[in-house]
């Protein structure tokens, strides 16, 4: 299978004052279509760093990310909106889901900022049945209309997979989605990600957990900010 | 969408908007009332110094007037775009009744009531015979006298309120009008104890033209009569001033300009007669030309208050900056994940700036709704506030203003309203790009502290 992400000698350094603190030194890695990777390491070996440079949220000091031969450093404004909206889909520890916004238009939510309003307007009937469908899958049927504060940990957590995959992204990137949940709701949690991944989505795990690890079909250890195959 | 949806939530979730939707509504609220009263004012006052003159007043700036002013007005009578002619005389003058020894400055008006009321507001402006305006100088209790109309505020008492408490009908007042006559080298007619020319002449009645300066000086008495008093019958008969009205739907520019044509070869054809040389005082003016004088200072108050509301506008858009930016700084997380998902900077700007246009549009709309509201109801509430509590937005024994303008001017309230809106746009520039130009990881990272 072909890597679909290339990460080169990634280094990333956070300035501490008169201090520099080296969190990546050096990462080199490949990720292969259709893969479940996992990401494990120590708190604070970097991990959550490594997936948000994976991802554009964040850029590396040094060291460059190709994400299907496209180099991550050149996109910029309207494109790299566009990677982090069409190409990768996140799923955070905190869930990160817009209290205002109810579970279906949260989801719904990344759809409506890839298209304008008359773009959404076209799209929107085809979208709203993918949404209700992906919700239907996670198991929150009932809970299209609640707020994400009126909902557990795991249904928050579905969620925000139901809203990382409604654009159909080619890479889930996933930072420790079982972190802030009971061993039962993670347990769930990562049952859906193994559903996905049999069906074919690639998906890239953070997790401090090695029990979790079990589950992937790879994983790599970060340890002092470098790369170790397991 | 979600930037519209968004922009609604937090619109309507966020308590701290209330404060600046209210800041905005004071603002407007204020503005409204204030610029509503304040051009009502101004443009009563217009208003009554335009009736006060006609649409055209050809003046001389000397006391001495000017000379050949009859085949001038016949041949204005005869032009299509001419409504009425009406030659007048100004003087100063002294007023005081016989056998007293008090006396007071008068300003001196010669017109035919038959043409100046037509040409001017002056018929109006009558108590007595504001429908017979022709019979202004024949008093109701004896026609075979000579009468005069003595401006309002000389002759009739006011209420505490402001009313006028006229008699039913005017009281037979004998008033002695004196002049000083002038040759037509602006020199004293005559010498010694003889220089002042009198005239005794009867209250007929009252004119109140809502202008202080013109209500408390003038008396208006016949125009053969004026010029025979101020000396301006020989040799040469002369005038002041000449009002003319346009027909309707005549510009005032162009029936200035018409007027000043016809003038200037008016003044050729007599410059060489005796006493052409007085035209060189002469000006043809619209009637704001010839009141700028009295308008001009409060245009200029208008100005400032303008000016002042603009600093008002400022402390609007600084309200809703603190506000917007008090929002962004605690939606640092919703910004991280917006851009997370791939929302770009213009939708996250859009989302912010949605926020300051609602908040524009509801604080407008409520401040303009009060306004109004006020405005309609203002008058009843200064009658009970000075009912009840003796309290009067102007002291009306003292000043010559009637009811509070509260005219709405749809311009005026479209025109506050859209500023509100912009002057939002504006406070939430700032905050809505510093919203949209957040680093994702930043805001997530420190969100999950």
């Known amino acids: 299978m072909t890597a679909i992400i290339k990460a080169r000698e990634i280094h990333k350094s956070y300035k501490m004052g008169k201090s520099t603190l080296d969190v990546l030194r050096g990462v080199d890695l490949s990720v292969k279509k259709g893969e479940f990777l996992v990401i494990v390491g120590a708190s604070g070996s970097g991990k959550s760093t490594l997936l948000h440079i994976l991802g554009a949220l964040d850029q590396p000091t040094k060291g460059s990310v190709e994400f299907d031969g496209i180099r991550l450093n050149t996109l910029?404004?309207?494109?790299?909106?566009?990677?982090?909206?069409?190409?990768?889909?996140?799923?955070?520890?905190?869930?990160?889901?817009?209290?205002?916004?109810?579970?279906?238009?949260?989801?719904?939510?990344?759809?409506?900022?890839?298209?304008?309003?008359?773009?959404?307007?076209?799209?929107?009937?085809?979208?709203?049945?993918?949404?209700?469908?992906?919700?239907?899958?996670f198991g929150l049927k009932d809970r299209l209309g609640h707020k994400p504060y009126e909902l557990s940990g795991g249904e928050r957590q579905r969620t925000a997979l139901a809203r990382a995959l409604i654009n159909q992204p080619q890479v889930l990137l996933a930072d420790e989605p079982t972190g802030n949940l009971d061993s039962r709701t993670g347990s769930g949690i990562l049952e859906s990600l193994s559903t996905l991944h049999q069906a074919g989505q690639t998906i890239v795990m953070v997790t401090h957990d090695e029990r979790i690890a079990g589950r992937a079909g790879r994983v790599i250890r970060l340890t002092d900010g470098r790369v170790q195959e397991i | 969408?979600?930037?519209?949806?968004?922009?609604?939530?937090?619109?309507?979730?966020?308590?701290?908007?209330?404060?600046?939707?209210?800041?905005?509504?004071?603002?407007?609220?204020?503005?409204?009332?204030?610029?509503?009263?304040?051009?009502?004012?101004?443009?009563?006052?217009?208003?009554?110094?335009?009736?006060?003159?006609?649409?055209?007043?050809?003046?001389?700036?000397?006391?001495?007037?000017?000379?050949?002013?009859?085949?001038?007005?016949?041949?204005?009578?005869?032009?299509?775009?001419?409504?009425?002619?009406?030659?007048?005389?100004?003087?100063?003058g002294l007023l005081t009744q016989p056998g007293q020894t008090w006396n007071m400055g008068v300003e001196i008006v010669g017109v035919d009531p038959r043409f100046h009321a037509r040409a001017t507001g002056f018929g109006d402006s009558l108590h007595f015979r504001s429908d017979t305006p022709d019979l202004a100088f024949v008093p109701l209790y004896d026609s075979s006298l000579e009468g005069c109309v003595v401006g309002i505020d000389k002759i009739v008492r006011r209420s505490p309120d402001g009313d006028y408490l006229h008699d039913p009908e005017?009281?037979?007042?004998?008033?002695?009008?004196?002049?000083?006559?002038?040759?037509?080298?602006?020199?004293?007619?005559?010498?010694?104890?003889?220089?002042?020319?009198?005239?005794?002449?009867?209250?007929?009645?009252?004119?109140?033209?809502?202008?202080?300066?013109?209500?408390?000086n003038v008396v208006y008495i016949p125009l053969d009569r004026a010029q025979t008093l101020c000396g301006m019958d020989s040799p040469l008969r002369r005038?002041?001033?000449?009002?003319?009205?346009?027909?309707?739907?005549?510009?005032?520019?162009?029936?200035?300009?018409?007027?000043?044509?016809?003038?200037?070869?008016?003044?050729?054809?007599h410059r060489d007669q005796p006493g052409g040389d007085l035209f060189d005082y002469v000006a043809v003016e619209s009637w704001q030309q010839n009141r700028r004088a009295f308008i001009a200072p409060m245009e200029k108050e208008q100005t400032m208050l303008i000016l002042l509301f603009l600093m008002l506008g400022i402390i609007t858009v600084f309200i809703v900056f603190v506000?917007?930016?008090?929002?962004?700084?605690?939606?640092?997380?919703?910004?991280?994940?917006?851009?997370?998902?791939?929302?770009?900077?213009?939708?996250?700007?859009?989302?912010?700036?949605?926020?300051?246009?609602?908040?524009g549009l509801v604080g407008a709309a409520t401040g303009a709704g009060a306004g109004m509201l006020f405005l309609w109801r203002i008058n009843a509430i200064e009658d009970w506030l000075h009912r009840t509590r003796g309290w009067q937005?102007?002291?009306?024994?003292?000043?010559?203003?009637?009811?509070?303008?509260?005219?709405?001017?749809?311009?005026?309230?479209?025109?506050?309203?859209?500023?509100?809106?912009?002057?939002?746009?504006?406070?939430?520039?700032?905050?809505?790009?510093?919203?949209?130009?957040?680093?994702?990881?930043?805001?997530?990272q420190v969100s999950q502290l």
């Open chain 1, 76 to 137: 910029w404004g309207r494109k790299l909106d566009r990677f982090r909206n069409h190409t990768v889909g996140f799923v955070f520890q905190f869930y990160h889901l817009l209290n205002e916004l109810s579970v279906l238009e949260n989801v719904l939510a990344p759809a409506m900022a890839s298209t304008g309003t008359l773009g959404w307007l076209t799209v929107r009937k085809r979208t709203i049945n993918r949404a209700e469908k992906l919700l239907e899958q």
């Open chain 2, 1 to 92: 969408m979600y930037k519209w949806i968004l922009a609604w939530r937090y619109f309507r979730k966020r308590p701290i908007t209330l404060l600046a939707v209210a800041a905005v509504a004071l603002c407007v609220f204020i503005v409204v009332v204030v610029m509503t009263v304040m051009n009502g004012l101004v443009g009563e006052f217009r208003e009554k110094n335009h009736l006060y003159v006609g649409d055209c007043v050809i003046s001389s700036d000397s006391l001495v007037g000017f000379g050949y002013y009859e085949p001038f007005v016949d041949q204005l009578i005869g032009q299509p775009f001419v409504e009425a002619v009406s030659p007048v005389v100004r003087q100063v």
């Open chain 2, 170 to 216: 005017p009281y037979p007042f004998t008033l002695i009008l004196s002049s000083f006559p002038l040759n037509t080298r602006g020199l004293p007619t005559r010498v010694g104890t003889d220089m002042v020319s009198s005239r005794t002449f009867y209250y007929s009645d009252n004119s109140h033209s809502g202008l202080v300066k013109v209500d408390a």
């Open chain 2, 239 to 269: 005038v002041n001033e000449i009002s003319i009205s346009f027909r309707p739907g005549v510009s005032l520019a162009h029936g200035v300009a018409q007027v000043q044509t016809l003038w200037h070869a008016h003044v050729a054809a």
């Open chain 2, 323 to 359: 506000v917007l930016y008090m929002i962004v700084s605690h939606s640092g997380r919703d910004i991280g994940i917006l851009r997370s998902i791939g929302a770009p900077t213009g939708g996250v700007v859009v989302v912010f700036e949605g926020f300051a246009i609602l908040t």
């Open chain 2, 393 to 444: 937005l102007w002291d009306r024994s003292v000043y010559a203003i009637g009811d509070i303008p509260n005219q709405i001017d749809p311009v005026l309230i479209a025109s506050v309203f859209g500023a509100a809106i912009i002057a939002c746009i504006i406070g939430g520039l700032v905050p809505s790009l510093k919203a949209g130009l957040k680093r994702p990881v930043e805001t997530l």
